[in-house]
């Protein structure tokens, strides 16, 4: 691994020209082409097996236009000043419905001004429009086309709303300027960092040219693959992070060896030799537990896993690549443009060294303080409250929102997510009024918490029948997963009762997030565990980060209790509570957190720990194979790793906290949850418990048995050799087990 990496290393040194060219080439090809030619997104959200893509399999059997394809939209009409049926209101509305239904693929447009169409009060309207041969995955844009043919009517005065589209994965996040505050917030900490502007733009470039290439590859992946529209805020976000930190730590690396005096090419060869290991085995792990996701039989969530992964990849080749180029390029010029009062020329921080030879003096102590406080902020995640989130929980004042608010306020909290009930019938009916059918609209009708079901709507074979019911209770009432499942309980000899829609396509993503759960944590702290075995020949070690990653995971998922189950902060990352709200429902404004969120974030987090846990096993192996003193040795890798960790961690920080100013619910969920768990991970577990333990544990920490050590390959990561740094004589060798 370290010759191989070395030699890749000085290679791109020596060539930086062509390599920087290449990559510029390629990053801008790659995302030109994506612009030119953008993949289609896909808006499938279904889940195989389940109750729910059952039913919805059924709605495109001859229910006609809507069911069959190409989807519905719905328009709300609000009048503020009176009711719709006065004769200038009721014009208008009829004039906006003529033009929509002159909108391409209109196939069927309801009025408002039929039974159950309008509000008791008169001033709200729904507008039903069928769609018949419409791209599904262009539904957003056709909807604000009907929308905009709606505009005689607001030319009278009245608001019309399109509202949201019932599949979660309809939703596109649009980028914003939480890149941009990101990537400023990042080079403001590299500057900081290092105190010349020259050394704190390397990174920020070279991973602007990875999310670049990731970004450009993943658009046009859509064209073969069902690419979400999620993918690319999640690539964004992950890619900028580790993008910047793999490059910071080994332009880190550099700049110490060249304040030695190592020539420039030396320098980036041992650079990339040395701590290029530890970036493919970070970027490794990550990637590990992002793919662990195609098990959780989520296509939807699967997809997301193995697109993040991309912007992975990227982010490692660049640095192995790209950052040795630029660093052969600018040579000494790197630490150029000093800003004055910053930076300390790359020499390792004697405040962490210091750190870490306080933490080897009292380690029961500050293992112990340690647990107190993690568990402590862990202690929250107890009141973690899962659930659909909808549209109520929108911005305040976005159309969504709006469209929420008017739908509950005309026809109850369940309108907003209506259960789409489709049945199997043992023979044949000729219609609705068939005394099965009527049994069936009874028997749904009956379930408690059903406020309302529409009449019965036979499909053309006459062997399945749809029927619509609208609950009581709001879509993310857990009380509405009740009635999805008591609606499925529904026995009729011969019947297979079916439910569909947003709520039971949530209810069954759940349900199997929590069956599939455990196999994907298994496999991520396995495999992840497995590839430190690799890199570092060391069970104890290896077992110990997982053991670590997952206290880290404990603290994040009690900071998204804190704010979003309990509801303290919710206001303060731009959650907005209804207009009625109380003052202190406002405080303590709780939102629902998807169930299939906790899952990707696990995968994502635990594969980001370990990266800070590579760096600072590697500084720590490094230090012992010299010296072979434990204690010494983790003070000594703390005190080379801790500062770099540290400006790692508040960049990936940043990012993070950037991402939380977008209105979209869930990707605040992964902004608050991502930067505590970073902070935390940097910190009080990297700073105190991880070294507290390794000094605890001593000699055992690197002892492998003889039979483990002969099978396991000797890839070298620390790489001793190539950094000209040969083993202590009393050091532990890789090939010789050492005894506890």
Known sequence: MTRLLGR???????????VLASWVVVAAALMGASLAFPGPTSNDASIPGTDAQRAHDLMKQGFGPGYDQGGSVQLLVYSPDGPLLEERRKKAVEDAIERIEGVPHVEQVDTPFRRGGISSNLQIGLIGIRLQGQDPNKLAETTETLSKAADPARAAG????????????????????????????????????????????VPIFAALVSVASGLGLIGLLGWVVDMPKQAGIMATMIGLGVGIDYALFLLSRHRRLLAQGVPVAESVRRTVAGSGGAVVFAGGTVIIALS??????????????????????????????????????????????????????????????????????????????????????????????????DEGYGTQGSDSRRAYELMATAFGPGSNGPLIVVAELPEQVEDAKDPLVERLKSAIADVEGVAHVSDPKVNDSGRSVLVQAIPEYAPSDSRTVDVVHEVRRIAIPGVDVHVGGKVAGLTDSGDRMAERTPLVIGVVVLLSALLLLLAFR???????????????????????????????????????PPVSSSYLQTVFFTVPIESYVPLMLFAVLFGLSMDYEVFLLTAVRQSYARHGRNARAVAEGLGSTGRVITSAALIMVAVFVAFIAYPDALVKTFGVGLAVAIA?????????????????????????????DRLLPNLSVEGHEEDGEEPAEHAPRHREPVGV
């Open 680 to 708: 935390v991970d940097a910190t009080i577990i990297r700073g105190f418990l991880v070294p507290a333990t390794m000094v605890l544990l001593g000699r055992a920490n690197w002892w492998c048995p003889r039979w483990l």
């Open 538 to 576: 060391a069970p104890v070690v290896a077992i110990k980060a997982a053991v670590m990653n997952l206290v880290s995971l404990g603290a994040a998922f009690g900071a998204l209790a804190l704010v979003f189950s309990i509801g303290l902060g919710s206001g303060l990352v731009g959650m907005d």
């Open 158 to 201: 009245l608001e019309v709303v399109p509202a949201a589209a019932s599949n979660p994965a309809d939703k596109e996040i649009k980028t914003g300027p939480s890149e941009v505050i990101g990537v400023v917030c990042a080079l403001l900490v590299l500057v900081f960092a290092f105190g010349t502007l020259v050394a704190a733009l």
């Open 8 to 18: 890749l290393g000085g290679w791109c040194a020596r060539h930086g020209k062509i």
């Open 292 to 389: 662990a996701l195609l098990l959780a039989g989520f296509p939807l969530l699967a997809t997301l896993g193995w697109v993040t992964g991309i912007s992975v990849v990227a982010a490692v080749l660049t640095s192995i690549t790209l950052v040795p180029a630029l660093l052969g390029l600018l040579g000494h010029r790197v630490n150029a443009l000093k800003v004055p009062g910053l930076g300390r020329g790359g020499a390792a921080g004697s405040g962490w060294a210091g750190l870490g030879s306080w933490v080897a003096r009292r380690p029961w102590r500050v293992l112990l303080a340690s647990a107190l406080v993690l568990g402590a902020l862990a202690a929250p995640a107890l009141a973690l409250k899962l659930g659909p989130l």
